[in-house]
């Protein structure tokens, strides 16, 4: 089990040999490097509610832990037990939902979380406002959004527009490539819309080695399932600077959302689970019972992405920009082919998505490493290297698994069902979203085999049995 205190201040408590962070108001002296404290020193506030600042904590508290505790040091190799100590300003609230906390964490990471809370009085960074950029009128905005420079957030971003809104988008700075391409991408959206109101704020979450451990302990997880936790704390911290109604919208195509396992053998923690509808509930339960009325919100969630992107296949911001958006597991993969990231791989899951979404609606140029195709060659050449091919071969086998099963909807209810909980209503909701987006994958291989002789169709046995996969 690995035990990590978190303290404002090191002298509050008696950390014993557990590993500690600190997140001291001097930066140059905490091993979590943050600029968190502009998400409310722009609104020239000294610091946030008492119950917002504890929030977005344990959102820093949850993200350094899943980044630095390797999986392969679990049992199974993936489910850890992990065990937290968090200061808190409001002890009593965060006691009350200590339970539901550990569920949400447990539903989105697959870890056995065990959290326990002290009282602190020290604030987070409430030393200063920010004197160089703040806004004047927070209630010129009426919505938050997240940001990530995917195509899901670009056409959310764009919606929100056309709708006449005035959004605040967060955005995460992951790495310094993908923060140059998010604002490239908010730059063309306040270009078109120079009318309305809208603005952007990063922030970013960086832990270091924590503190009472040897130097030779090796600590880094390269998987983050609890990084939308933490955007989602931070896009709280900013909406309750606005208003404390104003909602927080995570724009993600409902296939994404739901996020059937293509296999079997991805089945349980392996797959994202960001916007399910049951982890999007827990998030919002947890919310009003600490007393915060911002509300979380996925207005794509009955949309399959290619339905997303026919929304804006004629809007001239869509058709000049959606080239630059990121929609990859590993943007800077291409590297290593000699091309300069950051750049869509083209074959890891959530390109294959995105590529089936665009040739639906007659896109059929993006930029992907030009190194691959998706052909049996590529399947068969790269399984044996280094496994590039894995996710197209689950793609075709979850293709395969619908036309034989497609007109049993038991079945398909079956596997919506599998991620986590869903009423009768989203049941039909998710059943019509599933349907819609395996016919845009199957659009993507019947594209992909007019360019090489149906192999991806032959591969799997496809063109023997179904002359058309419709």
């Known amino acids: 089990m690995s035990r990590i205190w978190f303290v404002k201040n090191e002298q509050d408590v008696e950390t014993g040999s557990s590993m500690v962070y600190n997140l001291t108001s001097k930066n140059n002296k905490s091993n979590i490097k943050t600029d968190v404290e502009n998400l409310w020193r722009m609104f020239s506030q000294p610091s946030l509610s008492k119950v917002v600042e504890d929030l977005l904590l344990v959102g820093i508290a949850v993200f350094t832990t899943d980044k630095k505790i390797p999986r392969k040091t679990a049992k199974d190799g993936w489910s850890r037990e ?3 100590h968090i200061p808190v300003l409001e002890i009593d609230k965060w006691n009350s939902v200590k339970n539901e906390l550990e569920e949400t964490l447990s539903f989105l990471s697959g870890d056995t979380w065990n959290i326990s809370f002290y009282h602190t009085v020290e604030r987070l960074r409430g030393d200063k406002v920010n004197k160089k950029y703040n806004i004047k009128d927070p209630t010129s905005f009426d919505c938050v959004s997240l940001f990530s420079g995917g195509v899901d957030s670009f056409c959310g971003a764009l919606t929100l527009m056309e709708s006449s809104r005035n959004p605040l988008f967060v955005g995460f700075k992951e790495y310094p490539l993908l923060l140059r391409r998010q604002k490239t991408l908010i730059e063309s959206i306040q270009d078109k819309y120079s009318e309305q109101n809208m603005d952007f704020i990063q922030f970013n979450v960086s832990p270091r080695r924590p503190s009472n451990v040897g130097s030779n302990n090796t600590f880094g ?17 900013v909406a309750s600077m606005i208003g404390k109604d104003t909602p927080v919208y995570i724009p993600e195509n409902g296939f ?48 399959s992405k290619g339905e997303i992107i026919s929304e804006h296949q004629n809007n001239n911001v869509f058709k000049d920009n959606y080239k630059e958006t990121l929609s990859c597991s590993h943007p800077c993969q291409s590297r290593y082919d000699g091309i300069s990231p950051p750049l869509n791989c083209g074959y890891c899951y959530p390109c294959l998505i995105r590529r089936a979404s665009l040739v639906v609606n007659g ?37 395969r698994r619908f036309v034989d099963n497609e007109q049993d909807s038991v ?15 989203e049941l039909d909701s998710y059943e019509s979203v599933y349907r819609t987006s395996i016919e845009e994958l199957i659009s993507m291989v019947e594209y992909e085999d007019g360019k090489n002789n149906g192999e991806l169709k032959k591969y799997m046995g496809l063109k023997e049995q179904h002359a058309e996969l419709r």
Do not use: M, W
Not at 411 to 425: D, E, T, V, W, Y
């Open 411 to 425: 079945f398909i209810r079956k596997l919506l069902r599998q991620p986590g909980p869903l009423s009768s209503a």
């Open 82 to 84: 992990l065990n937290l």
């Open 363 to 399: 896109f059929t140029d993006d930029h992907y490493n030009s190194n691959y195709s998706l052909d049996k060659e590529f399947i068969e050449t790269n399984l044996k290297i280094d496994g590039k091919a894995s996710d197209l071969k689950a793609v075709l086998y979850t293709i």
């Open 221 to 237: 997880e390269s998987t983050s399932r609890s990084r939308s936790f933490l955007f989602i704390t931070g896009a709280i911290a």
């Open 256 to 303: 994404i959302g739901i996020n059937v396992p293509l296999t079997q053998s991805r089945s349980g923690s392996c797959s994202t689970r960001t916007t399910h509808p049951y982890f999007i509930g827990l998030v919002n339960q947890l919310l009003i019972q600490i007393g915060i009325g911002n509300k979380v919100e996925n207005f794509y969630s009955t949309k």
